[in-house]
């Protein structure tokens, strides 16, 4: 080959290769648009474990996102008013949910149309799960699970079991134990965490499947009891407190679990930069302190195992929604 030719090649190739880049940079740039700040909707009042996780890593991605990070409550409707707000928002990684599992994996089983489709959620990481764990009133006779088991078979619907609400995680989670365990409890639903706990300290109700994060304080104080931890290892916030899989129950697993997720149609340059922002800030230090304080354990995961975890829990409480019949108002 003649080398003048050589030499003319070179040049062309690198203008190829130039105009190449040229046409891909205009799609990463409105995938990632530096201009606008982070916004993450949590579709709960502040102050819950919903509101404190997001806010505790935003202030560890500002380097990803210089226009700024900013966390917006929305709330309603068991989460579904803020998810709205996000289906409905641009596509372009700038808004992002922060949610525990109801508008992510739960609520299109119990309502009859969402304004959304979970469905159609981007994945892009699983910030914390807290475990549920089984708390009951010290008017209660009973110091383990077996205990329990035969007390409510001696006593078949006379045992009331609080929740947070009607489809809430504390009422499936009830209702998952009492399909595993062939027992009958009364149902007392309740307007949030607060009220409920309240009444199982009081004594006013038997039992309440809450998060630990709540519940902790009050059984080290000894004004409940905690009989087990439903995860698939003790939690170490309570690690005297063995696991219903170290009591003959090894399917009784049910933790809330913190998703965050993007629009439909959301770019793959998007959801790896708020991947990489978020998993970067799961992963110090001091926020895994933080997160611990708040009995959360620190997930982090990819968006292929958020996806593949998000959708084994919907179909697993989906089929306890069916089978309890549980509606909402």
């Known amino acids: 080959m003649n080398p003048s030719f050589k030499i003319a090649v070179r040049p062309l190739a690198a203008l190829l290769a130039a105009a190449s880049l040229m046409a891909v940079a205009p799609s990463s740039a409105l995938a990632q648009p530096a201009d606008k700040p982070l916004r993450i909707v949590v579709p709960f009042p502040a102050g819950g474990t919903a509101d404190v996780l997001p806010r505790l890593l935003a202030d560890k991605m500002r380097d990803a996102y210089p226009a700024g990070v900013v966390v917006e409550n929305k709330t309603g409707a068991g989460g579904n008013i803020g998810a709205e707000s996000v289906a409905r928002s641009d596509a372009d990684g700038s808004t992002l949910l922060a949610s525990p599992p109801g508008p992510i994996a739960i609520n299109q089983h119990l309502y009859k ?140 697993q049910a933790v809330t679990f913190f998703t965050v997720v993007a629009p439909p149609g959301t770019p793959q340059a998007a959801v790896d930069k708020a991947y990489k922002a978020f998993s970067g800030a799961i992963s110090q230090p001091d926020v895994k302190q933080k997160f611990a304080a708040q009995g959360a354990e620190p997930r982090g995961w990819s968006p292929q195992q958020t996806g593949q975890f998000v959708k084994a829990e919907s179909e697993k409480w989906n089929k306890v929604i069916k089978s309890a019949n549980v509606t909402v108002d």
């Open 113 to 252: 149309s969402l304004p959304f489709d979970p469905t159609k959620w981007v994945p892009i990481t699983v910030m914390a799960t807290v475990p549920n764990v089984l708390a009951v009133s010290n008017k209660l006779p009973v110091k383990t699970v077996d205990e329990f088991i035969a007390y409510l078979k001696a006593n078949p619907g006379k045992v009331s079991y609080a929740s947070q609400g009607n489809g809430s995680t504390s009422h499936l989670t009830a209702n998952l134990f009492m399909q595993l365990t062939g027992t009958e409890m009364t149902h007392i639903p309740y307007r949030g965490t607060a009220p409920a706990l309240n009444d199982l300290v009081g004594g006013q109700v038997d039992v309440f499947f809450d998060n630990i994060a709540s519940s902790a304080q009050f059984h080290q104080g000894g004004r409940i009891k905690i009989l087990a931890v439903a995860d698939e290892k003790r939690s170490s916030v309570l690690p005297q407190v063995p696991t219903f899989a170290e009591q003959k129950l090894p399917n009784m």
